[in-house]
């Protein structure tokens, strides 16, 4: 299956700081989904973005499918960004979604 | 809100016992996949239903089981449960099979298995 590989593994941050995550995968993908867990423990869908680049107000992402990685952007980091970010990576025809092991972050006041 | 729930939030229960955990996917998806979030094996898919249909296979043990409904809801039967079953079991559904969509989560069913 694919492989997917997160880096940093964890991060601190001052609040209102920026940071960028990396999402490395193995395979070509046609579904790319970054993913925000909050701590208590819900996924929330933050883009689908199999390829090119996406905002939604402090948070951009960019995939580059032919060199197989996506990068999360977070701006003007506040506390409530906390927790840990899941790049999951699925193929044409196959539905699963692999998750890499994810982004722990902190942002401290 | 994502639009997917599930049922329970939590549950404790004891080794040997079976449960069932309960998900409703968004209106208008047909697909419902299932997920298990442990400490050691991080997030792992298991199974994905399609219209009623069984459509890909994972990780899932033996003793787990699925199966999708006519009205599209779908059950995740977990049985003879060990201390390793205990998880964050995720539901989450898409239009569709083509692997191109979007997938939506649920918040999830928290497992304890003492």
């Known amino acids: 299956g694919i492989q997917v590989e997160q880096s940093p593994p964890d991060l601190i941050l001052q609040e209102g700081a920026n940071s960028t995550l990396r999402c490395n995968f193995s395979d070509s993908v046609n579904n790319l989904q970054w993913f925000h867990q909050n701590p208590w423990g819900q996924l929330i869908n933050l883009f689908y973005?199999?390829?090119g680049t996406k905002q939604n107000g402090r948070l951009s992402a960019t995939t580059v499918a032919t060199e197989r990685y996506s990068l999360l952007y977070i701006s003007s980091s506040q506390t409530t960004d906390s927790g840990v970010y899941f790049c999951a990576v699925g193929n044409y025809g196959n539905n699963r979604l692999a998750f890499g092991k994810g982004n722990q972050v902190v942002v401290i006041p | 809100d994502s639009g997917v729930t599930q049922t329970p939030k939590h549950l404790i229960t004891a080794t040997g016992q079976r449960v069932t955990l309960r998900c409703s996917p968004r209106?208008?998806?047909?697909?419902v996949y299932w997920y298990q979030q442990s400490l050691d094996q991080g997030l792992q898919f298991l199974i994905q239903?399609?219209?009623?249909?069984?459509?890909a296979k994972g990780n899932i043990l033996e003793r787990f089981s699925a199966q999708q409904f006519p009205d599209l809801h779908s059950e995740l039967n977990l049985s003879s449960l060990e201390l390793g079953d205990s998880a964050l079991y995720f539901c989450?559904?898409?239009?569709?099979?083509?692997?191109?969509?979007?997938?939506?989560f649920g918040p999830g069913t928290r497992l304890l298995v003492l």
């Open positions: 989450a559904s898409s239009v569709g099979v083509s692997g191109m969509e979007t997938q939506y």
């Open positions: 239903y399609y219209n009623g249909e069984e459509r």
């Open positions: 209106s208008g998806d047909l697909s």
């Open positions: 973005i199999p390829s």
